[in-house]
């Protein structure tokens, strides 16, 4: 499965959109990109995923760039309980795991 | 719509003894997951299974024992406890299906003294 790259941490004001970016250059042509977010103490939770057109459901957002080599999760109005770490994960179809790496820690903030 | 279960929520144990996780899930998924988190190495599979009777190794399999004789369930043995196993341990499950996300329980807290 191809590597995603986070970063580490990211801030956003409650209300304004949160916008999660995440780089996957080496993404191949059968591999989804999938969004979890982990609330502390929580298990993993599933946002989103999508393959090579933008994906939106009511939670967030996914879009993904036309090279398919990025993508980004958005929050359209974030609120305090959507502070968490969120994950960005690639998987192909041929393979059941998901691999997480150290997502991004979202803190919003009033 | 209960979804997954773990239980119990909270484990201590001695190191030696045997502790059983267990994992129930209400969709009929076919695949189910264990996973342990710790500090500094995220979420790390360590057994799955596609079916009832079927099942497989992950990335950190030592020490641990799975079996699946229901769809429903997935428990996880550890059959002699190590400190090395205190950890928040997921399991998950998802429908068949190449693209069909993974759903997570609540975790159990395992710690072994």
């Known amino acids: 499965d191809a590597k995603t790259t986070q970063p580490p941490s990211m801030d956003c004001a409650e209300g304004r959109a949160a916008n999660l970016p995440c780089n996957h250059s080496t993404i191949s042509g059968n591999e989804y990109v999938y969004w979890y977010r982990q609330i502390h103490s929580q298990g993993p939770q599933y946002i989103i995923h999508?393959?090579?057109n933008n994906e939106t459901n009511e939670m967030a957002s996914l879009i993904i760039t036309e090279d398919r080599k990025s993508s980004t999760l958005i929050l359209p109005h974030a609120t305090l309980r959507d502070t968490a770490v969120y994950y960005c994960?690639?998987?192909?179809?041929?393979?059941?795991?998901?691999?997480f790496g150290t997502g991004t820690r979202l803190q919003v903030f009033p | 719509d209960a979804g997954i279960t773990q239980s119990p929520r909270y484990k201590i144990t001695e190191t030696g003894r045997q502790v059983t996780l267990m994992c129930h899930q209400t969709?009929?998924?076919?695949?189910m997951f264990w996973y342990r988190q710790d500090l500094g190495h995220g979420l790390r599979l360590i057994y799955y299974s596609a079916a009832a009777d079927i099942t497989d190794k992950g990335e950190v399999p030592d020490g641990y024992v799975v079996s699946r004789s229901k769809t429903e369930n997935f428990p996880l043995t550890l059959e002699s406890a190590t400190r090395s196993q205190t950890s928040v341990y997921f399991c998950?499950?998802?429908?068949?299906?190449?693209?069909?996300?993974?759903?997570f329980g609540d975790g159990t807290r395992l710690s072994i003294l």
């Open positions: 998950a499950s998802k429908n068949r299906g190449g693209n069909q996300p993974q759903h």
């Open positions: 994960i690639v998987r192909g179809d041929n393979t059941d795991k998901l691999i």
């Open positions: 969709w009929s998924h076919s695949y």
């Open positions: 999508g393959l090579k």
